[in-house]
């Protein structure tokens, strides 16, 4: 076994002229990956990554999930308060909006749960197509409804969409991704959600004083899907998969279309680095059951680490209350008195959709844990300041929220502006960060690892969405939000102690993070020594450049 030391030692040349020794240097990148070390072979083979208009093409054909994802969970908070007596009741009881707004995300948790697993055994491509038709199904279902139970029942097929979709629209980016720009472009499929949530609050603006306007508002979802489902029949299938099918063949035609401006021999390399990286997953997936694999998730030290870790993320992004807003800002707004809710709910999408750009320039420079590490405390101030406005905007109701009462418009603002500073912060870096969640597992576990932290995500979902109104009725609006505070708090010294860095780590290099702990520091090692082959590898290059140059004038 060859360490780092040693490593260091070689020849600069040496990684290069690994390449005419592909066989003996393929069983050294195995070795490394299963000791702990950067693989001088894989560093090189990552080489040439300026990505093509086909990958860029790739990835917003496949963020038409996310924007599918951002519409149908933000568009029912302008419908709730327009629906009226559509449905039946002269209006809708707090009880009617926590079901109608809670069995979206149950129906997202039972999808979250079978997605990953689902596209271990058909593909990442096929369950963006299910995902797609049953969004079209569940927007139909609801514009055609006439009673709670339905209205009910099409936002839990669309929860189901939407699980699909939030699980495998991520994985299936990271896996067509060069390294350089992964969390960009998962970050872009998040940009779309948040796109989706602004274009849900303008056409329920829109739609405010349209009778049966909410119609409309729910079944427009049906048209994102219907473009995705054509595109798809264009998209490629992740290597990553078609070199666990063994073809090979497939997954070196999609890899140079990837890489447009590498050499021929430059693809060859990637795609057998790529190969012998998969070669153990390969293993284990033929050699082993589902059982097998899902039982190694808690008992393999490595997998429960990266487990944690995505499980703890996804927790930590719902137990914060962001989605309250999303769901139930218009009916937050009306209460302490803006003429406007839903339009000014729209300053709050907006807000996310903003700051969600500002981390798509930055997660891949700054990293994914010190983005985390600077934005959680803005959050928390954010909801301490909603929690001190709600007290004295409440103060002569009891500290409860009475819908018609005029509160103080000094603190009405307030409210407003704390929400702002609270989501321009988690837009920056909690509403982006556990979405890298596939990067953490490696090939054999990734289904189940992103199923599973998936669900965590819907399942703390589901317990904030259909709380929330009780809790603003049991503990106040001042108590409910000084709650999430304290748990955004708790979000924060969990990546303190437990997230490691991985941006600039492939996705083969990633598990090493979790060897023998949660990996901050080790994290820190392995990006060190891989920057510093690239640095060799980069000298190398200009020494024979230089040399050709010589050449030419002699």
Same mark, same amino acid.
């Given at each position: 076994m060859i360490n780092?030391?040693?490593?260091?030692?070689?020849? +600069?040349?040496?990684?290069? $002229?690994?390449? $005419?020794?592909?066989?003996? #240097?393929?069983?050294?990148? +195995?070795?490394?990956?299963?000791?702990? %070390?950067?693989?001088?072979?894989? !560093?090189?083979? %990552?080489g040439e990554e300026r990505t093509t208009w086909f990958v860029w093409i790739l990835v917003m054909c496949s963020t038409i999930s996310g924007l599918l994802f951002g519409y149908d969970t933000g568009v029912i908070s302008g419908a709730l308060v327009t629906i009226g007596s559509d449905l039946?009741?002269?209006?809708?009881?707090?009880?009617?909006?926590?079901?109608?707004?809670?069995?979206?995300?149950?129906?997202?948790?039972?999808?979250?749960?079978?997605?990953?697993?689902?596209?271990? /055994?058909?593909?990442?491509?096929?369950?963006?197509? +299910?995902?797609? !038709?049953?969004?079209?199904?569940?927007?139909?279902?609801?514009? !055609?409804?006439?009673?709670?139970w339905s209205m009910?029942?099409?936002?839990?097929?669309?929860?189901?969409?939407?699980?699909?979709?939030?699980?495998? &629209?991520?994985?299936?980016?990271? %896996?067509?991704?060069?390294?350089?720009?992964?969390?960009?472009?998962?970050?872009?499929?998040?940009?779309?959600?948040?796109?989706?949530?602004?274009?849900?609050?303008? +056409?329920?603006?829109?739609?405010?004083?349209?009778?049966? *306007?909410?119609?409309?508002?729910?079944?427009? *979802? &049906?048209?994102p899907a219907g473009l995705q489902i054509a595109f798809l029949f264009f998209l490629p299938e992740s290597p990553r998969i078609m070199l666990r099918r063994g073809d090979k063949a497939a997954a070196h035609a999609v890899m140079t279309k990837i890489y447009a401006y590498a050499k021929p021999e430059e693809v060859d390399l990637k795609v057998k680095v790529l190969q012998a990286a998969v070669k153990k997953s390969i293993e284990i997936t033929e050699s082993?059951?589902?059982?097998?694999?899902?039982?190694?998730?808690?008992?393999?030290?490595?997998?429960?680490?990266?487990?944690?870790? *995505?499980?703890?993320?996804?927790?930590?992004?719902?137990?914060?209350?962001?989605?309250?807003?999303?769901?139930? $800002?218009?009916?937050?707004?009306?209460?302490?008195?803006?003429?406007?809710?839903?339009?000014?709910?729209?300053?709050?999408?907006?807000?996310?959709?903003?700051?969600?750009?500002?981390?798509?320039? /930055?997660?891949?420079?700054i990293g994914r844990r010190n983005i985390m590490i600077w934005s959680a405390p803005g959050m928390i101030f954010g909801l301490t300041l909603a929690s001190i406005s709600f007290f004295y905007m409440?103060?002569?109701?009891?500290? &409860?929220?009475?819908?018609?009462?005029?509160?103080?418009?000094? /603190? #009405?603002?307030?409210?407003?502006?704390?929400?702002?500073?609270?989501?321009?912060?988690?837009?920056?870096?909690?509403?982006?960060?556990? /979405?890298?969640?596939?990067?953490?597992?490696?090939?054999?576990?990734?289904?189940?690892g992103t199923s599973l932290a998936t669900a965590t995500n819907w399942g703390g979902n589901l317990i904030i969405g259909s709380t929330y109104l009780s809790l603003m009725a049991k503990i106040t609006p001042a108590g409910a939000f000084g709650f999430y505070a304290g748990l955004c708090l708790l979000g924060w010294i969990f990546v303190l102690c437990c997230f490691p860095e991985t941006a600039g780590l492939s996705l083969e290099e990633v598990k090493m993070v979790f060897k023998n702990s949660f990996g901050i520091k080790e994290s820190k090692r392995l990006r060190i020594a891989k920057r510093d082959i690239k640095s060799r590898e980069k000298m190398r290059k200009e020494g024979l450049k230089d040399q050709g140059n010589d050449a030419e004038k002699a």
């Open positions: 780092e030391k040693q490593k260091d030692d070689r020849p +600069i040349s040496n990684a290069s $002229s690994k390449v $005419s020794d592909k066989v003996e #240097s393929l069983d050294d990148l +195995i070795r490394d990956n299963d000791s702990g %070390e950067i693989n001088e072979l894989a !560093v090189v083979a %990552e039946g009741p002269e209006t809708l009881s707090n009880g009617q909006k926590e079901l109608i707004t809670s069995s979206t995300t149950l129906g997202a948790l039972l999808g979250g749960l079978a997605a990953g697993v689902l596209s271990d /055994w058909t593909g990442r491509r096929p369950v963006l197509g +299910i995902a797609d !038709v049953i969004f079209i199904g569940g927007a139909i279902a609801q514009a !055609v409804c006439h009673d709670v009910i029942g099409g936002r839990f097929l669309i929860g189901i969409g939407v699980g699909l979709a939030a699980c495998i &629209a991520p994985l299936y980016i990271q %896996e067509l991704s060069p390294t350089r720009l992964r969390g960009r472009m998962v970050v872009l499929n998040v940009v779309m959600i948040t796109l989706g949530q602004v274009i849900a609050y303008g +056409i329920g603006a829109g739609f405010t004083h349209v009778h049966g *306007g909410w119609r409309w508002m729910v079944g427009l *979802g &049906a048209v082993t059951t589902f059982i097998h694999r899902f039982k190694s998730m808690i008992l393999d030290p490595v997998n429960r680490r990266a487990l944690v870790v *995505g499980c703890g993320m996804q927790a930590f992004q719902q137990l914060c209350g962001f989605n309250t807003l999303m769901y139930y $800002s218009a009916t937050l707004f009306k209460e302490i008195g803006f003429n406007q809710p839903t339009a000014v709910g729209l300053i709050v999408s907006g807000t996310n959709f903003i700051f969600t750009l500002v981390a798509l320039k /930055w997660i891949d420079k409440t103060k002569k109701t009891g500290g &409860a929220l009475v819908d018609g009462t005029q509160y103080s418009t000094t /603190w #009405s603002a307030l409210v407003l502006l704390s929400m702002i500073l609270f989501v321009a912060s988690y837009a920056t870096g909690l509403g982006n960060v556990p /979405w890298q969640q596939g990067e953490l597992f490696s090939l054999e576990v990734r289904g189940i």
